[in-house]
């Protein structure tokens, strides 16, 4: 997408309608799910709420402004790789067939797993006392996040957020389809983990497939109890490394529970 802005309207108007582009794809997705379920189906969706109170507007403001400015971090970075690619630095091809549809699928697929096992570490790093006031306080203002809350980041911690992917693309081949579809992949993920609400079903963290994915409650208990649940998309990492919430799946439990007044 930056490439072809940057071609149609040069350097600087591209960078600038690829921070917007950003900015308007989060505010589809996690704008989209705030209006559902934070002004439109408040009162019957609140029964869902993970945290039983309301976010103050205060936060929501953090959420939405920090968010802008993550947009144009990204976007700079979209830059750097357009860069990169105009001096022949990158793997990134046009052609699907160069490598055909089945390697298109696989890289996707490897992009994810290697963002998550990137993120998880990454994040684990950046709550180490010493980095956590510099990179992560932000984001964390955010006690009882919203969906907004989604893309807001130190805009040091938005160049951390992405980072493997200018790495990974100076060694391995992606479409750009595959580099849009993970954005958008990512995006989504995060929209959820930032919902507020729990919209998975009974059972979804005992299943024994279903159970490796991440859930609402996870991230927002993070968020709560800060240091637990760091994966992103999977729960695998915290699985393996003991650093999910003892309480997670009894708190999944208790809200899927409820029953209405």
């Given amino acids: 997408m930056m490439q072809y802005l940057i071609e149609q309207f040069g350097l600087w108007p591209g960078w600038l ?10 505010l589809i997705f996690a ?20 945290q ?22 990204w976007a700079t970075i979209g830059l750097g790789i357009y860069w990169l690619r105009s001096n ?101 993920f995060n929209v959820l983990g930032h919902l507020g609400y729990e919209i998975a079903p009974k059972g979804f963290v005992n299943h024994p497939f279903w159970k490796w994915f991440n859930t609402p409650t996870h991230h927002n208990m993070h968020h709560a109890k800060v240091n637990y649940n760091y994966g992103l998309y999977f729960n695998i990492w915290d699985r393996l490394m003991g650093t999910n919430h003892p309480e997670y799946e009894r708190t999944f439990d208790q809200i899927k529970n409820r029953v209405a007044e």
Avoid: C
Wanted: aromatic share 20%.
């Fill in 31 to 50: 704008g989209s799910a705030f209006l559902i379920f934070y002004v439109l189906f408040k009162q019957r969706f609140f029964i869902k709420k993970i």
């Fill in 88 to 188: 022949g630095y990158t793997h990134i091809y046009l052609n699907v067939s160069e490598y055909g549809w089945g390697y298109l699928f696989f890289s996707f697929w490897f992009l994810v797993f290697l963002h998550d096992t990137y993120f998880y570490w990454m994040h684990r790093m950046m709550h180490h006392p010493r980095l956590f006031p510099v990179l992560h306080r932000i984001h964390h203002l955010s006690w009882n996040p919203t969906p907004l809350a989604s893309l807001s980041f130190h805009p040091l911690e938005a160049i951390l957020e992405i980072g493997v992917i200018p790495m990974i693309v100076l060694v391995m081949p992606f479409h750009p389809l595959v580099l849009f579809l993970f954005a958008t992949w990512s995006l989504l």
């Fill in 17 to 26: 309608l690829g921070s917007l582009a950003i900015f308007l794809r989060y």
């Fill in 52 to 73: 039983q109170i309301e976010p103050k507007a205060k936060h929501i403001f953090n959420e939405l402004s920090h968010s802008i400015a993550t947009a144009f971090v």
